[in-house]
């Protein structure tokens, strides 16, 4: 039977055509978090993704952020952020990656997850994998384990499963996959 919740959320997220470049159809989730039932129906969604032993969440800048953070205080865990360069004030760990639209870097505090810990990571949308592949490699970085990697909406036509899969990279959710 198919959870009512994902229709609830996918009814809420928004196709804007050739957004921010021409080809792209950009993701827009602002509706989805305007709607408290839906916004709440796609947090308890991502919460129930998570193992019973995570020890932090990890949400990557910016759409990430306001998933992974209430899921981490759902489920009673610390939140970490994943940012653009230039924004963490301490010492960090950097990687850079290619997007859809693009080049990035994406850095980590070095102290901010202990060794061992078992982490989810959380972001929006999944679309070729090179975000969740760079938080991937920062959290090895840090010695701690990905456990989980909880995704709102994947973009199955650009094959980030697969790219992750090619690294290893095998437990990841997605609640809607288009
Ligand atoms: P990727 O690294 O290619 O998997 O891209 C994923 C990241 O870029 C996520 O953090 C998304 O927020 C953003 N992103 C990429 N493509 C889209 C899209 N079509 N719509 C909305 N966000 C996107």
């Keep these: 039977m198919t959870d009512p919740r994902i229709e609830l959320i996918s ?11 021409p080809g792209v159809v950009f993701k827009d ?7 408290n039932e839906a916004y709440q129906a796609c947090v ?6 998570a193992p019973g032993d995570v020890d932090v969440v990890v949400g990557i800048e910016a759409r990430g952020f306001v998933f992974a953070a209430p ?14 360069p230039g924004k963490l004030p301490r010492d ?6 290619d997007l859809e ?15 061992g ?12 994998g090179g975000t969740v592949s760079a938080t991937t490699k920062l959290i090895d970085r840090l010695g701690a384990e990905v456990v989980e990697i909880g995704i709102v909406l994947e973009l199955g036509f650009l094959g980030g499963r697969a790219h992750l899969s090619s690294q290893g990279i095998n437990n990841i959710h997605a609640l809607i996959t288009t």
């Design 101 to 115: 639209y693009g080049k990035d870097t994406l850095a980590i505090h070095q102290d901010a997850i202990h060794k």
């Design 11 to 21: 009814s809420y997220i928004v196709d804007v055509a050739d957004f921010p470049s």
């Design 92 to 97: 960090v760990y950097s990687q850079s990656f």
């Design 71 to 84: 899921v981490a205080l759902a489920l009673g865990v610390g939140f970490v952020p994943v940012r653009k």
């Design 29 to 35: 989730i602002t509706p989805l978090l305007g709607c």
């Design 117 to 128: 810990a078992r982490v989810m990571i959380i972001d929006d949308v999944l679309a070729t």
């Design 44 to 49: 308890e969604a991502l919460v129930d993704l």
